[in-house]
């Protein structure tokens, strides 16, 4: 199957949709498992999660944390920000995805939105003779 899927789709394709697999296992993962209240518990949380996610795509628990999750969802779950992702009851809402690949989409988007505003309004710095945002006034 797999050696199948890198004819018809090629090798870096291949490796996308393992990425992506692998991101959203380990989103549904943490979701299942819910929240934390220690570092250490948080810890053994993510080993879990990867430990499932390394089982699915028969790979090692590294690789998978390394190579098939998306650091975003690990920097989520350890801010205590993590979303509850419900498993797929059926349709794909007219996009393709299934409720759970939607919900996981959802959350990387908001999240990388928010980090390239974060380094656009970082990379600006405050020139002499430019106000700080909190300092701009609207003209009159």
């Not at 870096?12 to 393992?18: E, G, L, S, Y």
């Not at 390394?54 to 190579?67: E, V």
């Not at 801010?79 to 989409?105: Q, T």
Request: aromatic content about 6%; overall charge positive; glycine content about 10%.
């Amino acid at each position: 199957m797999n050696a199948y899927l890198r004819e018809i789709v090629g090798p870096d394709a291949f490796a996308k949709f393992r990425t992506w697999t692998g991101t959203v296992l380990a989103a549904m993962a943490l979701s299942a498992i819910g929240p934390f209240t220690n570092k250490t518990q948080a810890n053994t949380n993510l080993r879990r999660a990867f430990e499932a996610v390394a089982s699915r795509l028969r790979n090692t628990t590294t690789i998978c944390r390394k190579c098939y999750v998306h650091p975003e969802i690990v920097a989520c779950y350890l801010e205590g920000s993590f979303p509850a992702i419900e498993r797929a009851g059926g349709g794909s809402g007219g996009s393709g995805l299934p409720s759970e690949e939607r919900a996981v989409l959802r959350l990387l988007e908001r999240r990388l939105a928010l980090r390239r505003r974060r380094r656009k309004t970082k990379g600006r710095g405050n020139a002499p003779g430019r106000r700080a945002n909190s300092e701009v006034r609207a003209p009159h």
